[in-house]
């Protein structure tokens, strides 16, 4: 008896069936790696950006970290991976000498890695290049490809060596500029401001002997870079519409206008002390009489003496309510509620999730800045986006500008260069 054969299915230009194409599951990426170097606002941006692909649940966290402790601070100048071998070498020399105390400090804990509650994370893991390539290649058959999202100076290098090694299992996205050899990623994602080294006032701030290695070295022009107009965040539509929701009985009733007053700390690139905070208690008492209520949060890097004056000042006003730290933190709720923001000019992140919400953002500091701050600020003024904080505004006075969309941009863009290679994000 003959075998029967059924005809194959014709398809256009004769293409193979899906389910019978050769690592046709493979196409898909339904995970992602994170490997991040413990600074919140670094971190968050990878996040943000797995948020807006839909792979935030579906991600492991890495961390580069640097040794601490003894001489270790003076030391954050050097390549993570030639910091920790010098610290290595230190501790192996000196650790039975009298100058233990001095190379390793009072904790003995080489390489911390701190577990990221905010983030949701049950573990973080300290970074390897080689266990993550191990595990992605060993997952490949089963999990597909995986992507990889770094952030930070200290995570430039773990980032190129899994795309050195494993070019046909990941793709690599670097977000903030790492200043030279762009084609070690598949996608470079940096703001504008980081461009500001090329122009012509830029130039004029930074001696020719330092220019080679001020970010970056080159134009924008090639199709590795994306660029944005701040920093990517995870406060999306859907975040906020979940905060609305979990801050509704909190928020809602308070009266409007409610004004929402961030305060970060001073920075390399935006200096300022106590004379700010003395304008900005100032300019809150003279637009008082037009806000219906206001809250105030500060932020890690806010100096003692800043938030100290702050509270003395406004700590018992009836209009006034200052966030004590403790959580939960209402600052998604903020973002959500605000009919308007001030903020101080010093913080990119915070600046970058205000804008995103299409409402009016006052700044104040913004003369303080230097660098590519200013840039940074100078191109939100152009946008519309946010306006000086004079102490003179009629805060109930509403205007509005075109949201920062800066990671659904991003997002856009990933899927479009993943779909030139066949890959899709599922």
Known sequence: MQPIRLPEPELPGGATPEIFAAGSSAAVVRRAVVIGNGCAGAESQCLGLLCALGLANRLTLYRATRPTGGINKWL??????????????????????????VVQGKKLAQYP???????????????DSQRIVTMVRGTF??????????????TISYASSIRRLAPDNVFVIQIQHPRFCLDRFDLVVTPCHDYYALTAKGQQEVPRLLRRWIT??????????????GALHQA????????????????????????????????RNCKYDLDLAKQLVNSLHNVLKTCGSVRISFSRRTPRKVSN????????HLKIYIWDGEEPNPHLGHLAWADAFIITADSISMLSE???????????????CRWKFS??????HERGAVRPFTGLEDMSHSWSYPPLNDAVDVAARVREVLAKRGWTVG
């Open 76 to 101: 954050n100048f050097l390549p993570i991976s030639f910091h920790k071998l010098v610290d290595q070498f230190l501790r192996q020399v000196f650790s039975d000498t009298r100058f233990a105390a």
């Open 113 to 127: 890695v701190h577990n990221s509650q905010s983030f949701g994370l049950s573990s973080v893991l300290e970074a």
């Open 141 to 154: 058959e089963k999990d597909g490809p995986a992507l990889v999202v770094a952030c930070g100076r200290d």
């Open 216 to 229: 970056p070295q080159e134009p924008p022009g090639s199709n590795v870079v994306f660029l944005t107009a």
């Open 236 to 267: 999306d539509s859907a975040a906020l519409r979940f905060a609305a929701t979990d801050w509704h009985a909190e928020l809602a009733p308070l009266p409007k206008p409610l004004v929402v007053v961030n305060i970060g700390g001073p920075t």
């Open 309 to 316: 004056l702050i509270l003395k000042e406004f700590s018992t």
């Open 354 to 368: 205000a804008c995103s919400t299409g409402k009016p953002v006052y700044v104040i500091g913004t003369e303080q």
């Open 375 to 380: 840039d940074f600020h100078n191109r939100l």
